[in-house]
């Protein structure tokens, strides 16, 4: 398990980003997973929160308040500001930090953007080189524009649960935030390629990632099958994904994930189960076309084998044979997987007031300019005065903001 400093002690190379300012008004999953990236590629994210702070503070489990795991997890190498922006001087002070900044991105509905003068047209016009950036759940010129969307909504509305109950009889959610992450990713690529655009012609823009659309893309470039003619030649729906035997297999003594998928794996399979013959007599399997046009047929004959030998058994099997297979781990074999050990991707921060942090840190490696963990999550406000200090402000300023309630001073509690 490898040690990652503490933002007293910047001991790794500045990252591909280093340099690079960002203004960040997200809050919950989408957002900050997106800036938290950007931050570990060596950016200075400053994270500009509302006096309740970030709501995935609140989400237990936590040691302190306001420091929840969830927020641990997608919040470091970040700082925090606490401005009341519907006071006249905290959207003074986010004007001149965003003066300051190449990015600014917020997961604000449009129209309260728009009341509180921060759209795109009032940034830009401050400063023309910004890449102003809106995550919200739907494009602003669709029917849908302005409702609140959160991950659920968007899981159901591109119809994930129902082709999770089409293969089980019972509509449910992923047991992970996928939509806010997936269109978190998309943002992250969207702000990079408007930076690169920015470098060649200095000039900034406004970028709007809408989740519905987002997520639309996502899972209709699997799904769209027949219809993907135009006229449809069949119903939309990739039979594979859709099979109800596609799933873990049961063995005698357990599960295992396997997945026998072209002409070479299949004939290594059958030579080593002693059935070749008999596969190559039978229409549906005995040619990667036949088995795609039978995916039912093929995983529940390939479900029922599999209960023949134990799981051990089987991954002795599919090692020798070179088939792609792996065993299914629990949430505590995933943390524990001597593999990710290995590689050190399960990284340890010490958290001046939540003692040792255990994170999932950047998966890449680069030969140059490495992502890292260089800063803990943020306590609430912790560098509102330096962050402020930086964009010019002065201590009768700073002061100012103070009494007005603008800048809200970390608690001392």
Partial sequence: MSNAPTRDTPTTPAGPLAGVRIIDLTSVM????ATMILGDYGADVIKVESPDGDVMRHAAPMRHPGMGAMYLQGNRNKRSIVLDLKKPGGRAALLRLAATADVFVHNVRPA???RLKLGADDLLATNPQLVYTSLHGFGETGPYAGRPAYDDLIQGLTALPALTGQITGEPRYSP??????IVGLNAVHAILAALFHRERTGVGQAIEI???ET???????DHMAGRSFD??????????????DRRPYQTSDGYICALVYSDKQWNAFFAKIGLAEEADRDPRLNSISARTRNYDFVYDWFSQMMKTR???EWMRFFEEADIPHAPLHDLDSLIDDPHLATVGLIQSLEHPTEGTLRVAGP???WSRTPPSIRAYPPNLGEHGHEILREAGLVDAEIAALLKEGALIEPSSS
């Fill in 215 to 221: 997520m639309a893309q996502f899972v209709l470039g």
């Fill in 210 to 212: 809408p989740m519905f």
């Fill in 310 to 312: 134990s799981t051990a």
């Fill in 363 to 365: 998966a890449a490696t």
């Fill in 176 to 181: 992970a935030t996928m939509a806010d992450r």
């Fill in 231 to 244: 006229p449809p030649i069949g119903p939309p729906g990739y039979s594979r994904l859709l099979s109800p």
């Fill in 30 to 33: 989408m957002g900050p997973y």
């Fill in 112 to 114: 309260a953007m728009a």
